[in-house]
């Protein structure tokens, strides 16, 4: 397949002065009888200006995580019911903890803390985030799942007594994401280099939900960023895209990623369909 590079305008949060006095929330949760009356959202998502998006077909090996803050790897996974909570449970993310300690640098302790099914088929409500097998549509808006203080949240909420031990080492947080029925056509994922962004164009916005209160990470365009995606991604080709990094010192601390759709989409295609589980990653868990 010869790669197919887009132009694409993507949605970044719109900077807003009030920021420097109100905090950015975004309600995700319906029924939230304390929160009657408050607006679902203080802020505005905005086109940005036209970007290049790079496909990587073909060089798929030149990426890693701590340069680039994303992966791309091959891998056969056995077949399941991905509508079974029994079989995710139970053989994908065994699967995924094993592809994890045998691909990636330094992974000494996997914890899965959530994971989640898309479907790219348009819905008027609320997501469901309580039930994962509920499929949400794909995010098309440029973000990071969380931000460095709900990180540490999630280390203490799933290592109780050696979270603090844990956290004197290296704690990552990747979201594990690949198609499960179908080759992707229609929606792809665009990957953004964290080696090419600043921390200050990420804006810490509270995540609210009915069970839990979190912070997401909303960056803010940047002319200087790169972007890159896979054509045409396959069962068998896993992302492991980087939420988040303690060791600050590597070229690429996070992705920033988003949804997109695709330039040239062929009729009559089936919508994408896609799974993402998210883990820590501890490193010296010993």
């Known amino acids: ?160 007594d050696y979270a603090d031990r844990y956290l004197q080492g290296r704690v990552r947080i990747f979201n594990i994401w690949r198609p499960y029925a179908h080759r992707v056509e229609d929606c792809p994922l665009a990957l953004c280099d964290g080696s090419t962004i600043r921390r200050s164009d990420l804006v810490i916005c509270d995540n609210i939900q009915k069970t839990r209160l979190g912070e997401t990470l909303l960056p803010l365009y940047n002319p200087n960023a790169r972007w890159y995606y896979l054509n045409g991604q396959q069962n068998d080709e896993v992302t492991i895209i980087k939420i988040f990094d303690s060791n600050v010192e590597v070229a690429a601390s996070c992705c920033p990623h988003t949804a997109f759709y695709h330039t040239v989409i062929p009729p009559d295609i089936l919508p994408r369909q896609s799974i993402e589980v998210r883990a820590l990653i501890i490193t010296n868990a010993d």
Do not use: C
């Open 1 to 160: 397949m010869e790669p197919t590079h887009q132009r694409r305008k993507l949605m970044y949060l719109q900077w807003d002065d009030k920021f420097e006095q109100e905090k950015p929330y975004q309600i995700v949760s319906e029924n939230i009888p304390e929160l009657d009356g408050l607006a679902r959202s203080n802020i505005e998502m905005g086109e940005g200006p036209e970007e290049l998006i790079e496909d990587v077909r073909g060089r798929e090996s030149a990426f890693s995580l701590d340069q680039n803050g994303f992966q791309i790897i091959k891998h056969q996974f056995p077949s399941i019911d991905y509508q079974s909570n029994d079989d995710v449970e139970n053989v994908y993310k065994p699967e995924i903890e094993r592809l994890l300690k045998e691909q990636v640098e330094g992974v000494d302790k996997v914890v899965f803390f959530n994971w989640r099914l898309r479907l790219n088929v348009e819905r008027n409500n609320l997501a469901n985030l309580n039930n994962p097998l509920v499929p949400l549509v794909p995010a098309h808006n440029v973000h990071l799942d969380q931000s460095p203080a709900t990180a540490v949240q999630y280390v203490y909420e799933k290592m109780g």
